[in-house]
């Protein structure tokens, strides 16, 4: 039988609005997803298979798409959180307006805890491969 060990999971936000990589706040953006991240990452992750769940939380209309706001997050990450976004294996990007009803589904009390303070944010998960 083969039993998973441990597994590790790297757990911040980033307060704010969340910019796709194709607009100008996109540097901005990227800007302040790296300084969130620096405090959970003393060296880059040098393993494959890394997972990264993002879910955007807000209170207004949007009009990005999260696979352009994913994409803006994980290039800002790299060299940071991992060498190179080759290592990700398994991207979920998933998007919660607060104006209605939000179920949430395997998700760890951290997710929602920034709502104490900030209207739209966007929390990050990366996920180390399991070791067996």
């Known amino acids: 039988m083969n039993r998973i060990i441990n597994r590790t999971e790297y757990r911040f936000f980033v307060p704010g609005k969340p910019a796709s990589f194709r607009v100008k706040a996109a540097k901005e953006f990227k800007t302040r997803a790296r300084r969130c991240a620096r405090e959970f990452f003393e060296a880059p992750l040098e393993m494959d298979n890394l997972e990264i769940r993002l879910d955007h939380f807000h209170r207004k209309s949007v009009r990005s ?52 303070e900030f209207d739209e944010y966007l929390f990050v998960r990366i996920r180390e491969p399991a070791r067996r």
């Open 65 to 116: 798409d999260m696979d352009n706001i994913a994409k803006a997050l994980i290039d800002a990450l790299n060299g940071l959180a991992y060498i190179d976004d080759k290592q990700i294996r398994l991207q979920i990007s998933q998007r919660h307006d607060l104006r209605k009803v939000v179920t949430l589904h395997e998700h760890p009390l951290d997710v929602i805890k920034p709502l104490q």
